[in-house]
């Protein structure tokens, strides 16, 4: 049987409080935040560092060139023949201009001006140092595939590095994001549970948890005098409506033994002690929801027994329908306050009699719940949960609107689940789980 729900508290402060601008929990929006932060400068500082990297090399390169071609200019005189460099990476050639190039050293490299060059040649980044002197034009290439594989590797181990630095952050921020908001959780959980009276705030919390334990100690004493106000006020009118309840219930019974009065006074009397009845039935059902209404003589109940002694009582009453199929197994018993459950027994049967229409009722125990429709127009196209709400009358019925209201009250304080449904074949369905608090 499929029974309507609401939205959770939850989702209702989140849609009050606008869109969040990063999802998931508070101690993931801060390790995200601090991750994020640490990622933006782990990229500048790589960046800075391998834009360092790179003008020291090229300032080394550049000095390493102007050395290295010196020496051999100067030792290339004194020995007579050409002192070369001996790192695999550098090539020396010298040329008389109008003479032929040297074998390896191509026009376009030979061609350069005097000074320090970069140069691309077959894929290959080239620095190129071109010197004069004796009439001799010299010419020094260095391959830079070997600084770039290096300068290459540098960069993959700053950014491996990077990203394991930012990992390991995000894990480590996560956690003392987690023990700092630990206290939040604790708070959270207090809230929820049942309250023995203890404050909230107390010594040993930090400054930030202690305002909001204080705040919540606030708002539960302006709450539980709210409640105070509203069950003294819903007392004091119920048991104020009593007493004069009871003298016109008493004078309209004494018009109707008179003999002499008319057919029309005598119905107008009746219907005077139907209404005092029902105001009655008003003031009782609001002093029962004034009350805590908590259990008190806790037993085992028979449920058939009991189903049976408040459809007895209705009959008596004047309730009449086509039929009512009672389907309980006839030992089945559940532990309740047997007042309590007679009252809510008769005000689901009582609704099923006033809004079905007269027509069948059926009342089944299946496991732990008990299940009491009718066949008549059901809730309508609203919620059928809403008629669990205080005064909500449905259709022209007669009624005050706190029958199922009074229903759902007593429930929760017993720890049993209350659902309203539509029938898919037509009529509504009051379903009680007694084991939901279990």
């Given at each position: 049987?499929?029974?309507?729900?609401?939205?959770?508290?939850?989702?209702?402060?989140?849609?009050?409080?606008?869109?969040?601008?990063?999802?998931?929990?508070?101690?993931?929006?801060?390790?995200?935040?601090?991750?994020?932060?640490?990622?933006?400068?782990?990229?500048?500082?790589?960046?800075?560092?391998?834009?360092?990297?790179?003008?020291?090399?090229?300032?080394?390169?550049?000095?390493?060139?102007?050395?290295?071609?010196?020496?051999?200019?100067?030792?290339?005189?004194?020995?007579?023949?050409?002192?070369?460099?001996?790192?695999?990476?550098?090539?020396?050639?010298?040329?008389?201009?109008?003479?032929?190039?040297?074998?390896?050293?191509?026009?376009?490299?030979?061609?350069?001006?005097?000074?320090?060059?970069?140069?691309?040649?077959?894929?290959?980044?080239?620095?190129?140092?071109?010197?004069?002197?004796?009439?001799?034009?010299?010419?020094?290439?260095?391959?830079?595939?070997?600084?770039?594989?290096?300068?290459?590797?540098?960069?993959?181990?700053?950014?491996?590095?990077?990203?394991?630095?930012?990992?390991?952050?995000?894990?480590?921020?996560?956690?003392?994001?987690?023990r700092l908001t630990r206290g939040l959780e604790t708070l959270a959980e207090r809230v929820e549970g049942e309250r023995d009276g203890t404050p909230f705030a107390h010594a040993g919390l930090e400054d930030e948890l202690l305002a909001v334990?204080?705040?919540?100690?606030?708002?539960?004493?302006?709450?539980?005098?709210?409640?105070?106000?509203?069950?003294?006020?819903?007392?004091?009118?119920?048991?104020?409506?009593?007493?004069?309840?009871?003298?016109?219930?008493?004078?309209?019974?004494?018009?109707?033994?008179?003999?002499?009065?008319?057919?029309?006074?005598?119905?107008?009397?009746?219907?005077?002690?139907?209404?005092?009845?029902?105001?009655?039935?008003?003031?009782?059902?609001?002093?029962?929801?004034?009350?805590?209404?908590?259990?008190?003589?806790?037993?085992?109940?028979?449920?058939?027994?009991?189903?049976?002694?408040?459809?007895?009582?209705?009959?008596?009453?004047?309730?009449?329908?086509?039929?009512?199929?009672?389907?309980?197994?006839?030992?089945?018993?559940?532990?309740?306050?047997?007042?309590?459950?007679?009252?809510?027994?008769?005000?689901?049967?009582?609704?099923?009699?006033?809004?079905?229409?007269?027509?069948?009722?059926?009342?089944?125990?299946?496991?732990?719940?008990?299940?009491?429709?009718?066949?008549?127009?059901?809730?309508?196209?609203?919620?059928?949960?809403?008629?669990?709400?205080?005064?909500?009358?449905?259709?022209?019925?007669?009624?005050?609107?706190?029958?199922?209201?009074?229903?759902?009250?007593?429930c929760s304080a017993c720890g049993w689940a209350v659902v309203a449904v539509n029938r898919p074949e037509g009529g509504a369905c009051l379903t009680i789980d007694f084991g939901a608090g279990r």
């Open positions: 049987m499929a029974s309507a729900t609401s939205s959770s508290a939850a989702e209702g402060a989140s849609q009050r409080g606008g869109r969040r601008w990063m999802p998931g929990g508070l101690r993931l929006r801060i390790a995200l935040s601090v991750t994020a932060m640490l990622l933006v400068l782990i990229v500048a500082q790589s960046l800075a560092l391998v834009r360092l990297n790179e003008e020291m090399e090229e300032e080394f390169i550049a000095g390493t060139l102007d050395e290295q071609v010196h020496y051999s200019i100067e030792h290339s005189r004194q020995l007579g023949t050409l002192v070369g460099p001996q790192t695999p990476n550098m090539a020396l050639y010298r040329f008389a201009p109008g003479e032929g190039l040297p074998q390896g050293l191509s026009a376009e490299l030979a061609g350069l001006p005097v000074g320090n060059h970069e140069f691309w040649f077959a894929g290959r980044e080239l620095h190129v140092a071109v010197r004069e002197a004796d009439g001799q034009r010299y010419v020094l290439v260095y391959d830079e595939s070997e600084h770039r594989a290096r300068e290459s590797a540098v960069v993959t181990a700053v950014v491996i590095g990077g990203l394991v630095l930012t990992a390991l952050s995000f894990i480590l921020v996560h956690a003392i994001a987690a334990a204080r705040a919540l100690d606030r708002a539960e004493a302006r709450q539980a005098a709210a409640l105070a106000r509203e069950r003294d006020f819903n007392a004091n009118l119920s048991h104020e409506l009593r007493t004069p309840l009871a003298g016109i219930r008493s004078d309209a019974e004494m018009l109707l033994t008179e003999v002499a009065l008319s057919d029309k006074a005598r119905r107008r009397a009746q219907r005077i002690i139907a209404t005092t009845d029902r105001t009655a039935a008003l003031a009782n059902s609001l002093l029962l929801l004034a009350r805590e209404a908590r259990p008190q003589a806790v037993e085992p109940v028979n449920l058939s027994a009991a189903v049976s002694d408040a459809w007895a009582r209705l009959q008596a009453a004047g309730a009449r329908v086509e039929a009512v199929d009672i389907r309980i197994d006839p030992q089945a018993e559940i532990t309740a306050d047997p007042g309590l459950l007679a009252l809510v027994l008769h005000n689901l049967l009582d609704n099923a009699v006033r809004h079905g229409e007269g027509r069948a009722i059926e009342v089944v125990l299946e496991g732990s719940q008990l299940a009491i429709c009718d066949r008549g127009p059901g809730f309508g196209s609203e919620d059928p949960m809403h008629s669990f709400e205080r005064f909500r009358r449905g259709g022209s019925k007669p009624g005050h609107g706190l029958g199922l209201a009074l229903v759902q009250h007593i």
